[in-house]
Protein backbone atom coordinates (compact mmCIF):
# COMPACT_ATOMS: atom_id res chain seq x y z
CA UNK A 1 0.00 0.00 0.00
CA UNK A 2 0.61 3.59 -0.32
CA UNK A 3 2.72 5.12 2.82
CA UNK A 4 0.44 7.65 4.74
CA UNK A 5 3.44 9.91 4.61
CA UNK A 6 3.58 10.09 0.83
CA UNK A 7 -0.16 10.65 0.49
CA UNK A 8 -0.17 13.60 3.13
CA UNK A 9 2.83 14.73 1.27
CA UNK A 10 1.11 14.26 -2.56
CA UNK A 11 -2.26 15.80 -1.24
CA UNK A 12 -0.37 19.05 -0.25
CA UNK A 13 1.50 19.18 -3.00
CA UNK A 14 -1.99 19.02 -5.06
CA UNK A 15 -3.18 21.89 -3.12
CA UNK A 16 -0.11 24.06 -4.09
CA UNK A 17 -0.49 22.91 -7.62
CA UNK A 18 -4.35 23.88 -7.45
CA UNK A 19 -3.45 27.16 -6.66
CA UNK A 20 -0.74 27.85 -9.36
CA UNK A 21 2.27 26.81 -7.68
CA UNK A 22 4.98 26.14 -10.61
CA UNK A 23 7.39 24.01 -8.90
CA UNK A 24 4.20 21.96 -7.05
CA UNK A 25 2.52 21.41 -10.50
CA UNK A 26 5.91 19.76 -11.67
CA UNK A 27 6.09 17.97 -8.49
CA UNK A 28 2.65 16.32 -9.04
CA UNK A 29 3.74 14.91 -11.86
CA UNK A 30 6.75 13.35 -10.48
CA UNK A 31 4.53 11.75 -8.27
CA UNK A 32 2.21 10.86 -10.74
CA UNK A 33 5.07 9.17 -12.58
CA UNK A 34 6.27 6.66 -10.24
CA UNK A 35 3.22 6.22 -7.91
CA UNK A 36 4.33 8.13 -5.20
CA UNK A 37 1.59 9.00 -2.59
CA UNK A 38 -0.53 8.85 -5.90
CA UNK A 39 -1.57 5.95 -8.09
CA UNK A 40 1.07 5.38 -10.64
CA UNK A 41 -0.38 7.40 -14.09
CA UNK A 42 2.06 8.09 -16.78
CA UNK A 43 -0.64 9.43 -18.34
CA UNK A 44 -1.71 11.85 -15.72
CA UNK A 45 1.75 12.76 -15.06
CA UNK A 46 2.36 13.95 -18.91
CA UNK A 47 -0.63 16.02 -18.35
CA UNK A 48 0.93 17.88 -15.16
CA UNK A 49 4.24 18.23 -17.01
CA UNK A 50 1.91 20.19 -20.12
CA UNK A 51 1.16 22.39 -17.45
CA UNK A 52 4.27 23.18 -16.04
CA UNK A 53 5.90 23.05 -19.32
CA UNK A 54 3.29 26.00 -20.81
CA UNK A 55 4.97 28.09 -18.04
CA UNK A 56 8.57 27.61 -19.39
CA UNK A 57 9.43 24.72 -16.49
CA UNK A 58 13.00 23.59 -17.86
CA UNK A 59 12.62 20.43 -16.21
CA UNK A 60 8.72 19.31 -17.20
CA UNK A 61 10.06 19.87 -20.91
CA UNK A 62 12.89 17.29 -20.15
CA UNK A 63 10.13 14.88 -18.86
CA UNK A 64 7.89 15.54 -21.38
CA UNK A 65 10.52 15.49 -24.76
CA UNK A 66 11.95 11.76 -22.45
CA UNK A 67 8.32 10.59 -22.62
CA UNK A 68 7.69 10.98 -25.92
CA UNK A 69 11.11 9.21 -26.46
CA UNK A 70 10.31 6.30 -24.77
CA UNK A 71 6.08 6.36 -25.25
CA UNK A 72 5.23 6.53 -21.41
CA UNK A 73 2.00 8.54 -21.05
CA UNK A 74 2.18 9.74 -24.70
CA UNK A 75 2.73 7.90 -27.51
CA UNK A 76 6.55 7.24 -28.77
CA UNK A 77 7.34 10.67 -31.51
CA UNK A 78 10.82 10.72 -32.19
CA UNK A 79 10.44 14.46 -33.58
CA UNK A 80 8.27 15.62 -30.74
CA UNK A 81 10.64 13.92 -28.26
CA UNK A 82 13.57 16.32 -30.27
CA UNK A 83 11.78 18.76 -30.16
CA UNK A 84 10.87 19.09 -26.72
CA UNK A 85 14.52 17.78 -25.67
CA UNK A 86 15.71 20.48 -27.26
CA UNK A 87 14.00 23.32 -25.74
CA UNK A 88 15.22 22.30 -22.05
CA UNK A 89 18.52 21.30 -23.34
CA UNK A 90 18.78 24.46 -24.81
CA UNK A 91 18.18 25.83 -20.87
CA UNK A 92 21.13 24.02 -19.64
CA UNK A 93 19.23 20.98 -18.51
CA UNK A 94 22.02 18.21 -18.52
CA UNK A 95 19.67 15.40 -18.17
CA UNK A 96 17.75 16.57 -21.19
CA UNK A 97 20.86 17.05 -22.97
CA UNK A 98 21.78 13.74 -22.48
CA UNK A 99 18.66 12.39 -23.77
CA UNK A 100 18.93 14.54 -27.00
CA UNK A 101 22.09 12.79 -27.51
CA UNK A 102 21.37 9.38 -27.45
CA UNK A 103 17.80 10.31 -29.67
CA UNK A 104 20.30 11.42 -32.34
CA UNK A 105 22.68 8.65 -31.97
CA UNK A 106 19.85 6.10 -32.03
CA UNK A 107 19.11 5.53 -35.18
CA UNK A 108 15.66 5.98 -35.06
CA UNK A 109 13.38 7.49 -37.38
CA UNK A 110 14.26 10.93 -35.86
CA UNK A 111 16.80 12.54 -37.51
CA UNK A 112 19.80 10.83 -36.89
CA UNK A 113 22.84 12.85 -36.82
CA UNK A 114 25.87 11.45 -34.45
CA UNK A 115 27.84 14.23 -34.42
CA UNK A 116 25.52 16.37 -32.73
CA UNK A 117 24.12 13.81 -30.97
CA UNK A 118 27.52 13.53 -29.78
CA UNK A 119 27.91 17.55 -29.52
CA UNK A 120 24.95 16.98 -26.44
CA UNK A 121 26.32 14.48 -24.68
CA UNK A 122 29.44 15.97 -24.37
CA UNK A 123 27.64 19.45 -23.00
CA UNK A 124 26.07 17.52 -20.52
CA UNK A 125 29.12 15.80 -19.70
CA UNK A 126 31.14 18.97 -19.23
CA UNK A 127 28.19 19.89 -16.78
CA UNK A 128 29.16 16.81 -14.57
CA UNK A 129 26.27 14.53 -15.60
CA UNK A 130 28.30 11.11 -14.45
CA UNK A 131 26.02 9.22 -16.99
CA UNK A 132 26.97 11.42 -19.76
CA UNK A 133 30.61 11.24 -18.89
CA UNK A 134 30.34 7.72 -18.96
CA UNK A 135 28.76 7.47 -22.70
CA UNK A 136 31.39 10.47 -23.67
CA UNK A 137 34.20 7.66 -22.79
CA UNK A 138 32.16 5.06 -24.66
CA UNK A 139 31.74 7.32 -27.95
CA UNK A 140 35.35 8.03 -27.71
CA UNK A 141 36.49 4.55 -27.89
CA UNK A 142 33.97 3.54 -30.16
CA UNK A 143 34.62 6.57 -32.70
CA UNK A 144 31.39 7.19 -32.67
CA UNK A 145 30.37 11.04 -33.58
CA UNK A 146 33.88 11.92 -32.80
CA UNK A 147 37.42 10.68 -33.19
CA UNK A 148 38.40 7.24 -32.32
CA UNK A 149 40.24 8.67 -28.96
CA UNK A 150 41.34 5.64 -26.48
CA UNK A 151 43.39 8.19 -24.25
CA UNK A 152 40.19 10.65 -23.91
CA UNK A 153 37.87 7.47 -23.53
CA UNK A 154 39.89 6.61 -20.50
CA UNK A 155 39.65 10.22 -19.04
CA UNK A 156 35.73 10.54 -19.00
CA UNK A 157 35.47 6.69 -17.87
CA UNK A 158 37.61 8.17 -14.42
CA UNK A 159 35.04 10.88 -14.61
CA UNK A 160 32.19 9.11 -14.39
CA UNK A 161 33.66 6.48 -11.94
CA UNK A 162 34.67 9.89 -9.29
CA UNK A 163 31.14 10.23 -9.00
CA UNK A 164 30.54 6.43 -8.20
CA UNK A 165 29.06 5.81 -11.48
CA UNK A 166 28.62 1.85 -11.37
CA UNK A 167 29.25 1.22 -15.28
CA UNK A 168 32.05 4.16 -15.32
CA UNK A 169 33.61 2.25 -12.43
CA UNK A 170 33.78 -1.12 -14.63
CA UNK A 171 34.89 0.63 -17.71
CA UNK A 172 37.71 2.43 -16.06
CA UNK A 173 38.80 -0.97 -14.62
CA UNK A 174 38.59 -2.90 -18.11
CA UNK A 175 40.55 0.04 -19.05
CA UNK A 176 43.48 -1.07 -16.43
CA UNK A 177 42.95 -4.62 -17.49
CA UNK A 178 43.80 -3.85 -20.88
CA UNK A 179 46.00 -0.96 -20.98
CA UNK A 180 43.50 0.80 -23.26
CA UNK A 181 44.08 4.44 -22.74
CA UNK A 182 45.69 4.36 -19.28
CA UNK A 183 48.90 2.27 -18.39
CA UNK A 184 47.88 -1.33 -17.54
CA UNK A 185 47.71 -2.14 -13.97
CA UNK A 186 45.87 -4.74 -13.11
CA UNK A 187 45.43 -3.82 -9.63
CA UNK A 188 43.80 -0.53 -10.13
CA UNK A 189 41.27 -2.29 -12.53
CA UNK A 190 40.59 -4.75 -9.52
CA UNK A 191 39.90 -2.15 -7.20
CA UNK A 192 37.15 -0.27 -10.18
CA UNK A 193 35.85 -3.83 -10.67
CA UNK A 194 35.37 -4.37 -7.30
CA UNK A 195 33.85 -0.26 -6.67
CA UNK A 196 31.48 -0.83 -9.41
CA UNK A 197 30.27 -4.35 -8.21
CA UNK A 198 29.41 -2.73 -4.77
CA UNK A 199 27.51 -0.16 -6.26
CA UNK A 200 25.58 -3.01 -8.16
CA UNK A 201 27.02 -3.42 -11.63
CA UNK A 202 26.11 -6.93 -11.95
CA UNK A 203 28.44 -7.53 -14.81
CA UNK A 204 31.72 -6.83 -13.11
CA UNK A 205 31.64 -10.04 -10.87
CA UNK A 206 33.02 -11.88 -14.09
CA UNK A 207 35.53 -8.85 -14.97
CA UNK A 208 36.62 -9.26 -11.41
CA UNK A 209 36.94 -12.99 -10.96
CA UNK A 210 39.19 -12.49 -14.34
CA UNK A 211 41.13 -9.77 -13.13
CA UNK A 212 41.68 -11.18 -9.18
CA UNK A 213 42.83 -14.91 -11.06
CA UNK A 214 46.24 -12.68 -12.29
CA UNK A 215 47.06 -11.30 -9.05
CA UNK A 216 48.46 -12.91 -6.25
CA UNK A 217 47.78 -12.42 -2.74
CA UNK A 218 49.41 -9.30 -1.87
CA UNK A 219 48.16 -7.56 -5.01
CA UNK A 220 45.24 -8.19 -3.98
CA UNK A 221 45.24 -7.31 -0.63
CA UNK A 222 46.46 -3.86 -1.85
CA UNK A 223 43.36 -4.11 -4.45
CA UNK A 224 40.82 -4.03 -1.63
CA UNK A 225 42.72 -1.63 0.78
CA UNK A 226 42.89 1.03 -2.55
CA UNK A 227 39.20 -0.09 -2.73
CA UNK A 228 38.42 0.44 1.31
CA UNK A 229 40.55 4.09 1.10
CA UNK A 230 38.42 5.27 -1.83
CA UNK A 231 35.28 4.36 -0.36
CA UNK A 232 36.20 6.29 2.70
CA UNK A 233 36.32 9.46 0.87
CA UNK A 234 32.90 8.52 -1.77
CA UNK A 235 30.79 7.98 1.12
CA UNK A 236 27.59 6.70 -0.44
CA UNK A 237 24.91 9.70 0.00
CA UNK A 238 21.56 8.65 2.21
CA UNK A 239 18.35 7.56 0.02
Known amino acids: GVEPDAEAVAKWTRLAAEQGHL ?79 KLLLSGSEATTDPRRGADWILLAAEGGHPVAQREMGLLYAQGIGVRKQIGLAASWFRKAAEQDDAQGQLALGDAYAWGKGVVKDLVQAHMRMSLSEAAGERLARKHLADAGAQLDRHQLDEARQLAREWRAKHPVAPD
Do not use: M, N
Not at 90 to 98: C, I, K
Open 23 to 101: ESIFQVGEQYFEGDGVSKSRTEAVKWWFEAASREHTGARARIGACYSRGQGVPRDPKEAERWLTLAADQGHTRAQLDLG
